[in-house]
């Protein structure tokens, strides 16, 4: 790679993020057992009563019950409520990235994003997802989602150095663990993995991307990820970043056995609420908070209004 081609921003991410050559730490051979034990023996009592796979858990999830545990219930009651152009350019736009590790030539952020929405359109397993809602779309919000997903890719192509085959890059790299005989799920899409683990020394990295201004929960996403691939293959990840693509900075944290400890008790007690409230043990507490604003909720729940204030109050 021609360091000189690369931009500053680019520069500062391969420097500073990827840390290329960098010391990496070793984790003992057996902490993914000690991690699985942990886990399963603090849900072993709230899962006792489900069926195989009747908990499923993710990030988001985990990070709405940790919000407002009602928040978390009207989300999980309401649903995904369909496609529209703003839902679906996150994920053209990664699927745009993962094309852009695997396909020859040099494609412009516009080649990868239509050729993204290509694979998708012709997946006629699709017959109700993003697949079958892009063919159906009205021309003018399919314009206004290559003009969205062009705009993510864009600013990845500009800021994050090109991705080399040696990094090993796995774009939307899925992990799952399996907890408590099935009965309980963790599941993680990871936007980007680089690197692979030699014995039980750490060498993987794991970039989350996002648009828009930074938030306390993303660095607890980060650490869910990191617990469930130091799960999944025995070695954590060297280390979890947010990279924020609107102003080409990055929180990087670097994974330690206490970060996963705390990564799990942060799971044991989300997912220990989301049983209790799935199987409606308790009523769910509401805690006002930022996601009052777009809570199915809002028009019914005194929470709103009390985040409200709380807003008037803070912006003075
Ligand atoms: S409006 Fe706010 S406090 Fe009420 S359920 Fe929704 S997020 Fe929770």
């Keep these: 790679m021609e360091l000189d081609a690369l931009t500053p921003a680019q ?10 050559g960098g010391e990496r730490p070793t ?12 886990l399963e023996d603090g849900l072993a009592s709230h899962a006792e009563d ?24 009207e ?39 239509d050729a993204a929405i290509d694979r998708l359109v012709d997946d006629r397993d699709d017959t109700n997802g993003l697949g079958a809602w892009l063919r159906d779309a009205p021309a003018i919000e399919l314009a206004e989602l290559r003009a969205e997903a062009h705009e993510r890719v864009a600013r990845f192509v500009e800021s994050f ?3 080399q085959r040696s990094w090993t890059p796995r774009p939307e790299a899925r992990v799952r663990v399996d907890l408590c005989d099935e009965r309980v799920v963790l599941r993680g899409k990871v936007d980007l993995a680089l690197g692979a683990p030699r014995g039980t020394t750490a060498r993987v990295l794991i970039v989350d991307f996002k648009t828009g201004p930074a938030y306390a929960n993303h660095v607890d996403d980060l650490r869910f990820y990191a ?7 025995g070695v954590p990840p060297w280390r979890v970043a947010t990279y924020y ?58 929470g709103a209004g009390v985040w409200a204030g709380l807003r008037e109050d803070l912006d003075g």
């Design 11 to 20: 520069r500062r991410a391969r420097e500073e993020l990827l840390d290329l």
């Design 27 to 38: 984790f003992p051979a057996d902490l993914a057992v000690d991690l699985r034990d942990r």
């Design 50 to 73: 489900l069926g195989r796979g009747e908990v499923a858990v993710n990030k988001s999830r985990l990070a709405d019950v940790m919000a407002c545990e009602r928040y978390e219930v």
């Design 75 to 113: 989300r999980e009651r309401a649903g995904f409520d369909g496609w529209s152009p703003r839902v679906a350019q996150g994920t053209i736009a990664h699927k745009a990235l993962e094309l852009s590790v695997f396909l020859g030539g040099e494609p412009t952020p516009l080649d990868l994003v």
């Design 161 to 163: 150095p090109p991705l």
């Design 227 to 233: 617990l469930l691939e130091a799960i999944r293959s």
């Design 245 to 302: 693509l609107d102003s080409a900075t990055f929180r990087v944290e670097d994974v330690t056995g206490d970060l996963l400890h705390q990564a799990c008790d942060r799971v044991i007690d989300g997912v220990g609420r989301i049983i209790e409230l799935q199987l409606q043990r308790r009523a769910p507490r509401e805690v006002p908070n930022p996601a009052c604003r777009w809570c199915p909720a809002r028009d019914a729940c005194e």
